[in-house]
Nanobody
Framework: QLQLVESGGGLVQPGGSLRLSCVAS????????IGWFRQAPGKGREGVSC????????DYADDVKGRFTISRDNTKNTMYLQMNSLKPEDTSVYFC??????????????????WGQGTQVTVSS
């Protein structure tokens, strides 16, 4: 059974940091482009960041550049999103996702085939 499970969300004050993790089971992350998305109440799902398997190329949404870092540890079959200098507008449910057959970066949700259940991130004082 293919599964992605996120963890690491929570409540943090503005300016704080969180690291999200996403563990894959039933398949190996090594071969796929992986990404993080977020969805706030009443809004669509937006791409945050992604990283390819072929050459490790990354892409970030403009509003998280310089603050968020995506990474992967293939030995642990796990992907991460390090989030620093968090802002209230970063409050969302964050999802990890895997794109089968993608070899380039993409922050388009429809390009992804498998999704985690989401983890809530709330930035508030």
């Amino acid at each position: 059974q293919l599964q992605l499970v996120e963890s690491g969300g929570g409540l943090v004050q503005p300016g704080g940091s969180l690291r999200l993790s996403c563990v894959a089971s039933g398949f190996t992350l090594d071969y796929y482009t992986i990404g993080w998305f977020r969805q706030a109440p009443g809004k669509g799902r937006e791409g945050v960041s992604c990283i390819t398997s072929v050459d490790g190329s990354t892409d970030y949404a403009d509003d998280v550049k310089g603050r968020f870092t995506i990474s992967r540890d293939n030995t642990k079959n796990t992907m991460y999103l390090q989030m620093n200098s968090l802002k209230p507008e970063d409050t969302s449910v964050y999802f990890c996702a895997v794109a089968v057959g993608m070899v380039v970066v993409s922050n388009t949700a429809s390009d992804y085939d498998y999704w985690g259940q989401g983890t809530q991130v709330t930035v508030s004082s």
